[in-house]
């Protein structure tokens, strides 16, 4: 636990904390199931995610329409499963004003029969002799994402409150439109694909309870 104080105290700057942010999940949320035991023994990465966001944010840290740090673990989570050989880059950040970092990374991902299931499930639809075009258009376009790599660029904003030293509000958006359309070869089909997909105006993906 001292340890844990010395790697993340809540005097570090939002520089540094947007730094260690970016390092920790650099390759997404990890999980138990993928790391050694040698990892597990001396502390795994997962652990010290965790450690940090508890350690650096609020606990009613604001993210897009949602709060706390339970559901920044829960976005982890769903974009590190969802999809495969995520790797997440700090580009260029900067402190506009004291405690507030504007920031552009980009997030490279797979897109796996996962994403297809749980982000884009309207192109999956099954249909034979009888199917309709938009049927049929669709799961066209989800065999042509299937295993292609995506470079989402991506804005965040860090706001670090001055008397706690911790994090108030993590906002990201990332833009899916322009990487899937130079994909598909189409902005009309890229649309067509992001008008029914699992992903929120905050970009969080999956299902949400209503």
């Not at 001055?162 to 890229?190: K, N, Q, Y």
Request: net charge neutral.
């Amino acid at each position: 636990m001292q340890r844990d104080r010395i790697l993340f105290g809540a005097k570090q700057s939002v520089y540094n904390l947007v730094v260690e942010y970016f390092h920790l999940f650099r390759h997404g949320l990890r999980t138990l199931r993928q790391v050694n035991r040698t990892q597990i023994a001396q502390g795994t990465e997962a652990q010290q995610q965790l450690v940090f966001l508890r350690y650096s944010l609020s606990p009613n840290v604001s993210i897009g329409d949602r709060y706390g740090v339970d559901a920044i673990v829960e976005q982890w989570q769903r974009y590190s499963s969802y999809f495969r050989d995520l790797h997440f880059q700090l580009e260029h950040m900067d402190e506009i004003v004291k405690n507030l970092a504007v920031v552009a990374a980009s997030l490279s991902v797979t897109i796996t029969e996962a994403s297809l299931q749980n982000v884009f499930p309207h192109l999956l639809g099954e249909y034979g002799d009888t199917g309709n075009a938009s049927e049929i258009t669709a799961t066209s376009l989800g065999r042509k994402l299937l295993g292609r790599r995506l470079l989402l660029p991506c804005s965040l904003y860090f706001e670090r409150d001055e008397v706690s030293s911790h994090v108030v509000r993590l906002e990201m958006t990332v833009d899916f439109l322009t990487p899937i359309s130079r994909v598909l070869g189409s902005i009309t089909d890229a649309a067509f694909v992001l008008s029914q997909a699992l992903i929120t105006r905050d970009c969080a993906i999956g299902k949400f309870d209503m």
